[in-house]
Structure formats: structure tokens, C-alpha cells
């Protein structure tokens, strides 16, 4: 495993052609306010995050629906008051209004997305946003609408860049008519690549940069469920890949990546890691962690040198119509990109 080198410095890269410039690899803050895991006491959280800053990963990603009551953004916020905000691209998401059992609800009108914006720079302590994401795609609002709202944001620099979540291909191209987009979030990894046939290639056609969300299978890859258990309050109990016959097949997924990263001098979480961060520059991951071991273990990451025909190698080990299991439970699929049509704008 790569170790932490003190003289190591993290790369920088352009996300988007915007002007955008962060770190090789950002930072899901997720995690820090459970989901997966038991929340972190608030001390915890914050130290975590100046470690991640430490590291030279100043990339930070979190969402106004994360935690209870928005506890996720006030956690970055007084983690932001210990840090230098100059030197952090901080992204932030708004769009999921309402979870319930029954499915979760998405709001894309002008006068929520601007609500939002305001909730979100106060409760992180900011006067602006580096790249605010539109979460998912309110299926009932003309995606100008909501663009045309941001793009007024931006003018009054409360935020300074835009991006998409779960967005389809034609979602993408009209919303980046009215403002340019900076980066599309995607779940993509090793073994979540139905993105790569359609939405990688607009994106770089359009000069979009591209940044997968759990870029390790939500831990698979790092071994979770596998070589260590799944915390009883964690929605990984439920997810469709962790449970029953499917995780069963997909151990044979895990099996063969752990034997290619001994071949390769680094863990399984490392090589899945690495393999993302091979589709391109253009491409950030943002995994997430709360243990600092597993921060260490991912900064190794790009410091994994991974060639052509490894890349292709470690891609045919893990066939998609290998993989058991929808990507993410069924809630959340409904809104996926592939059912994101934005309907048409009226004009008349």
C-alpha cells in the first residue's frame, strides 16, 4: 500500500472549462453525518476535514440534504472556520426537497433553488459557493427555468460555477444553452459504467468535467461487507449489491480485483480508485471516509500508475453483466438520470 509521504503534493486539474481548478481528488462529506455509518461527533467530523485539507485535497463536496437538518453543511461550515476558505473549492447541492418512505421528492423551481442558496451559504458560513449543484431533475420544471435562476446567482456572485446531478444527455445540453455547466456528478465506478457509453462523451463535448460519486461501489471495493461488517444502522443493509444472493456473486467481483491489486503493489481500493481516475483528467472522484487510515489509503491512490492495457485489464475482471444488483435502491433509481426528462420549455 502506498504510504503517506510528507513530500508528496497532491496534483491539480482544470474540472471543466470554466476556469474550475481542484485537487486531483476530492472529498465526499457524506458520510461524516451517517448514512453509512454512525454520525461522527461533531470534533471528529471537523478534524477529519483538516486532515482531508492536510492531505492537499481541497475539493469538498456536501449537499443541503445530508444529515439531519441540514447537519452535514453546518459540520463544513465550522470546519471552514479553521481553514483557509480561500484555498477550498466547496460544493454544495440543492434540489432533493422532501424524503420519505414512500420515495423522495425533488424541487427545481426558481424561488426554491434560490432559497436554498441562501439556507446553504449560511448555514456554511460563506459568502459564495464555488460550484453549486443542481442535485436531481425536478421532472415537472422546464430545466431553463431553474438554470435561468442559477445563472442570476452567479451574476451576483453567490455562486460561482454550476453543476448537474443525475442529469440525462438532453437535460445537460439545454441547461448548459443557458449557462455553461461545470461538472456533471455521476455515480461511476468499477462497477457502475453505464455513463461511459452516452454522457462521457457529451460531456467532454460540451467541455463539461466529470465527477463520480461513490467511485468505490459505496466501499465494496475497500472491502466493505466483506472484510469488515456493515454497521447495523447503515443503508448498505438494504442496498441491493450488499444483500442476499447478489452479494453472494458480487464476492467474486471483489475476489478478482483483490488479486490484480496484489499484482500491482496496492489494495483493492487503490486499484478500483486508480482505475477511475485513468478515464481522464477531466474525471474527479470524491470518495468519502471517516477513518483517517482510509484517507491515507486513497491520497496513495494517485500515486498508482496504471497503464493502457492495466486499465482494460482491471475493466474485463469486473463485467458489468457480472454485477449482481441494481446500482442503488429503488427510491433512488426512479431518479436516476435515465428517468430525469426535464419537460420542454414553453415559449409561447
Known amino acids: 500500500m502506498a504510504e503517506r509521504n510528507s513530500t508528496f503534493e497532491m496534483p491539480r486539474v482544470k474540472l471543466g472549462n470554466q476556469g474550475l481548478e481542484v485537487s486531483r481528488l476530492g472529498y465526499g462529506c457524506m458520510g461524516l453525518t451517517g448514512i453509512y455509518n454512525n454520525p461522527l461527533p461533531e470534533e471528529e467530523g471537523?478534524?477529519?476535514?483538516?486532515?482531508?485539507?492536510s492531505r492537499g485535497i481541497t475539493f469538498f463536496d456536501t449537499a443541503d440534504v445530508y444529515g439531519?437538518?441540514?447537519?452535514?453543511?453546518?459540520?463544513?461550515?465550522?470546519?471552514?472556520?479553521?481553514?483557509?476558505?480561500?484555498k477550498i473549492q466547496l460544493a454544495t447541492k440543492f434540489g432533493i426537497f422532501k424524503i420519505e418512505p414512500t420515495g423522495i421528492k425533488v424541487k427545481g423551481t426558481p424561488e426554491y433553488a434560490r432559497s436554498c442558496c441562501e439556507g446553504s451559504l449560511k448555514r456554511l458560513g460563506v459568502d459564495y459557493i464555488d460550484l453549486y449543484y443542481i442535485h436531481r431533475i425536478d421532472t415537472t420544471v422546464p430545466i431553463e427555468d431553474t438554470m435561468?435562476?442559477?445563472?442570476?446567482?452567479?451574476?451576483?456572485?453567490?455562486?460561482?460555477?454550476?453543476?448537474?446531478?443525475?442529469?440525462?444527455?438532453?437535460?445537460?445540453?439545454?441547461?448548459?444553452?443557458?449557462?455553461?455547466?461545470t461538472a456533471l456528478q455521476m455515480e461511476y465506478s468499477l462497477w457502475t459504467r453505464d455513463i461511459e457509453e452516452e454522457l462521457i462523451p457529451l460531456c467532454r463535448e460540451l467541455g463539461i468535467g466529470i465527477v463520480p460519486y461513490s467511485p468505490v461501489g459505496r466501499g465494496?471495493?475497500?472491502?466493505?461487507?466483506?472484510?469488515?461488517?456493515?454497521?447495523?444502522?447503515?443503508?448498505?443493509?438494504?442496498?441491493?449489491?450488499?444483500?442476499?444472493?447478489?452479494?453472494?456473486?458480487?464476492k467474486v467481483v471483489y475476489d478478482r480485483v483483490e488479486a490484480m491489486a496484489k499484482n500491482h503493489g496496492c489494495t483493492p481500493i487503490q486499484l478500483a480508485l486508480a482505475w477511475v481516475l485513468h478515464q481522464g483528467e477531466d474525471v474527479v472522484p470524491i470518495p468519502g471516509t471517516t477513518k483517517i487510515k482510509n484517507l491515507d489509503e486513497n491520497v496513495g491512490t494517485v500515486k498508482v500508475k496504471l497503464t493502457k492495457e492495466d486499465v482494460e485489464e482491471i475493466s474485463n475482471a469486473v463485467p458489468i453483466d457480472?454485477?449482481?444488483?441494481?446500482?442503488?435502491?429503488?427510491?433512488?433509481?426512479?431518479?436516476?438520470?435515465?428517468?430525469?426528462?426535464?419537460?420542454?420549455?414553453?415559449?409561447?
Not at 46 to 53: G, M, N, P, R, Y
Open 46 to 53: 471537523i478534524k477529519v476535514l483538516k486532515e482531508v485539507f
Open 68 to 86: 439531519v437538518q441540514h447537519a452535514n453543511e453546518i459540520l463544513v461550515g465550522k470546519a471552514l472556520k479553521e481553514l483557509p476558505r480561500e
Open 148 to 181: 435561468e435562476e442559477l445563472k442570476k446567482m452567479v451574476e451576483e456572485g453567490k455562486i460561482k460555477y454550476i453543476g448537474l446531478s443525475e442529469a440525462n444527455a438532453d437535460t445537460i445540453r439545454r441547461a448548459h444553452a443557458i449557462h455553461p455547466i
Open 220 to 250: 465494496f471495493f475497500g472491502g466493505k461487507a466483506i472484510k469488515e461488517s456493515v454497521p447495523e444502522n447503515s443503508i448498505l443493509g438494504s442496498h441491493p449489491r450488499f444483500t442476499g444472493e447478489n452479494f453472494t456473486k458480487n
Open 322 to 348: 457480472e454485477v449482481a444488483g441494481c446500482r442503488t435502491g429503488e427510491a433512488l433509481l426512479r431518479i436516476s438520470w435515465k428517468f430525469a426528462n426535464s419537460p420542454p420549455k414553453n415559449n409561447t
